[in-house]
Structure formats: C-alpha cells, structure tokens
C-alpha cells in the first residue's frame, strides 16, 4: 500500500480527533496508508524520519491548524523537494480571512500560504470534510499516476506529419507570418483499431460538437462547400480558413479513429501577443469531452484507453493573462519558449470522472513556462464545472 504523511499539531486531542475522523479516513478510502511522526517513527532523530516521510509518500496532508512553526517547515521542505503537487493544505475554518469565525488578531494563514489553495474544515461537519478531502487526495493521485503519458510507440507519426504539414502551410497562409500560434490536439486509441466507413465517420464528428464557446474542435460546417468536410481513402478530412477573422482549423478523422486538429489561437482574433490562461482550460475541457463523445458515437467501449497530445505552439514573447478580463493576473507573466507539449492516457471512462484533473494535467506544462504560473485547484474546478454547464467563465 502506498504511503501518506500527515503533517500537523501533535499533541492537540480537538485535532488529533478530526485526524481520525476525517483526515485518516479520507486517505485509507484512496488506498494509502496514513503515517505521523508521533505514532509511526522508529525512534530515530525526528528530523530525519520527518524528512524520510516526506521523501518516501505520494499524499502528503499538512494541516495548518494554530500556525505551527513546525508544520510551516515541513510544508516549506516539501515545495523544496518538488511535492508540492503531492501537498494538500488543510486548516479549521476560522484561520480563513474571508470566514465569518475569524478574529482579527486571531489564528490565521500566514502570508506565505495565504495565497495557495487551503480546504477549510469546520469540526461541527468532519463529515463533508472527509469527503472533499478524498476528492482531493484523489484527484492528485491521478496527476500523480505513472500511467498519464503513453507510450510513443502508439503514434503513427508518418500520418501526423502528413496532416501538421498541410495544416501549418494554411494556418501560415491565414495568419500572414511564419510562426503564427497555434493549438494541435491528436487522439489514438490503444490495443485493437476499428476500421469505420466514412459516414461513420462523419456522423459522429457531427454529434460530438461542443458548441459552447466559438468555433468547436472538430467543427463540421456543411452549409458551404469550401468547408464542409470530405471523403478520403483513408477517412475525413476538413480545412476552414477565414482569412478576415485570422481564424484556422484543419482537422482530420481516420477510418482506424485516429484524430488530428490544428487551429489558430483565439486569443489572435482578439489581437496579438496573449495566451489566456482561462481560455486555455477551457479548450482542453472541451477537447477531453470531444473525444469521450466522438469515441462513444464511435462504438469504442468504455474501457479502451485513448492517448492524447497536445502541443501550444508559437508562444514565444507572449504574455500570459485572462479572457474578458474576469480574472487579473498581478504580474507580468511572459515565456520564451516556442512550444509546449503535455500528453495524456486515459480509459475514455475516466475522461469525464476525472476530468478536473485531466484537463490540469495538460495545460500545467503550459502555465509552468510562464514564470512558473500554477492556479489553484479550485479554479480549475471553477473553470471545468461552469463549461460542463454550458458556461465560460
């Protein structure tokens, strides 16, 4: 069984009962086994076995509760040692400034932590605690999970190839420069391929339109000619440049279900130089639905993993910030960096479940070469929960 560390006050008898009441629960419903110093050291320097359990375990809960110097190093030392995406911050629901049951002068969050996402817990509802907290411990664990990135022998990259070249030449040919920017998105299913006719094809790619928020991935636009999709030998393939609007998608599905999309940025329709961040959660969100919906309309069982690329291209000396101006951003986050790949594989029965998670996983590379911008995973929630309602935040 896994491990996981609790880090907190030792010796309180309030917290010590919602440990075992919420936060020791919460850990052994997700299969890791829950550790503290005080119950599990082997009689060796604390400081070392504190720093072996922090090492050694995938979950790591730390409580802030009473502002304890100790608790605070520990956490400090986990971000050193790269868990921070293993840290899940707790602390009693009067420690948030924003509560109700906060006194001034009172126990609170210190400046350093105030700012990363905390669960807030209230000892009268350990219960709705527990929960929230193994949605968390849960979430992280597919993060964390080994088996997000597939292998590269599933790609047929001699046939991707053949697609990005077209599709650059156009999306080149819309934008008028020489690395415009752009979004690919490729799906592949692993172990056996169907083989799908045409109409098949093109019936599904209609149904699994997210019309949500501009133009959707995949967009199949059959009311003029020069857009509408068409047959080839080895499946359907669709080119939609509007010049005027500097807009571009090219996209193509494979008799085997194999699927390649490349568009134009939509933040280049609304001037030069950005990637909102907001937005970027928001294409991936409607990219992981498209391919649970297409590959469902499909006839693929539930159980097939399917991988998915990704690749944010042309972002060198763009400036991060938000869509609609929603969401400030108080710093200048820029990137050199001219691409961006993340990539993903998942049983298109978890695409949904763990959707949260998923859409994170491949758009945190993507945030990290912005002068390390990390959003909290409540905003991630946010964002992902009010597109699944047919909004855009």
């Given at each position: 069984m896994s491990q996981a560390f609790i880090i907190m006050q030792i010796g309180n008898a309030d917290l010590d009962r919602v440990c075992e009441q919420a936060i020791v629960p919460a850990l052994t419903a997700c299969g890791l086994a829950p550790k503290r110093v005080d119950k599990h050291n082997r009689g060796e320097l604390l400081k070392s076995e504190i720093i072996s359990f922090i090492e050694n375990s995938d979950i790591i809960v730390a409580d802030l509760t009473n502002e304890r110097p100790n608790c605070y190093l520990e956490v400090g030392y986990a971000?050193?040692?790269?868990?921070?995406?293993?840290?899940?911050?707790?602390?009693?629901?009067?420690?948030?400034?924003?509560?109700?049951?906060?006194?001034?002068?009172?126990?609170?969050?210190?400046?350093?932590?105030?700012?990363?996402?905390?669960?807030?817990?209230?000892?009268?509802?350990?219960?709705e605690f527990r929960s929230e907290l193994e949605k968390r411990i849960r979430r992280r664990q597919a993060i964390l999970a080994p088996t997000s990135v597939s292998p590269l022998r599933v790609w047929d990259n001699d046939w991707i190839e053949v697609h990005r070249a077209k599709a650059i030449s156009g999306l080149q040919a819309v934008q008028k420069t020489a690395n415009p920017g752009f979004l690919e998105i490729t799906f592949t299913l692993s172990g056996d391929k169907p083989t799908l006719v045409q109409t098949v094809l093109l019936e599904a790619a209609k149904d699994a339109q997210i019309k949500t928020f501009g133009w959707p991935i995949g967009v199949v636009l059959d009311t003029r000619d020069e857009y509408r999709p068409r047959p080839t030998s080895d499946g359907i393939v669709a080119e939609i440049a509007v010049k005027d609007r500097k807009s571009y998608d090219y996209w193509s599905l494979r008799r085997n279900g194999d699927f390649y999309l490349l568009q134009s940025l939509f933040e280049d329709m609304q001037g030069t130089g950005q990637i909102y961040f907001n937005t970027r959660i928001v294409r991936m969100t409607e990219a992981l639905l498209y391919c649970a919906r297409l590959y469902s309309r499909?006839?693929?069982?539930?159980?097939?993993?399917?991988?998915?690329?990704?690749?944010?291209?042309?972002?060198?000396?763009?400036?991060?910030?938000?869509?609609?101006?929603?969401?400030?951003?108080?710093?200048?986050?820029?990137?050199?960096?001219?691409?961006?790949?993340?990539?993903?594989?998942?049983?298109?029965?978890?695409?949904?479940?763990?959707?949260?998670?998923l859409v994170k996983t491949l758009v945190h590379p993507l945030f990290m070469v912005f002068d390390f911008f990390d959003p909290s995973d409540g905003l991630y929630s946010n964002i992902v929960n009010n597109f699944v309602d047919g909004k855009v935040t």
């Open positions: 971000m050193g040692v790269d868990k921070f995406r293993n840290l899940i911050l707790t602390a009693r629901e009067d420690h948030n400034h924003d509560s109700n049951n906060h006194v001034r002068g009172g126990p609170k969050i210190h400046f350093d932590l105030s700012g990363y996402d905390i669960l807030f817990w209230h000892q009268d509802n350990l219960n499909l006839g693929i069982q539930s159980t097939t993993v399917v991988n998915i690329h990704v690749i944010h291209g042309g972002l060198t000396e763009r400036v991060l910030s938000s869509a609609g101006g929603l969401r400030d951003l108080h710093w200048n986050y820029s990137t050199m960096e001219k691409e961006v790949p993340s990539e993903i594989a998942a049983p298109l029965s978890r695409i949904e479940s763990d959707l949260v998670p």
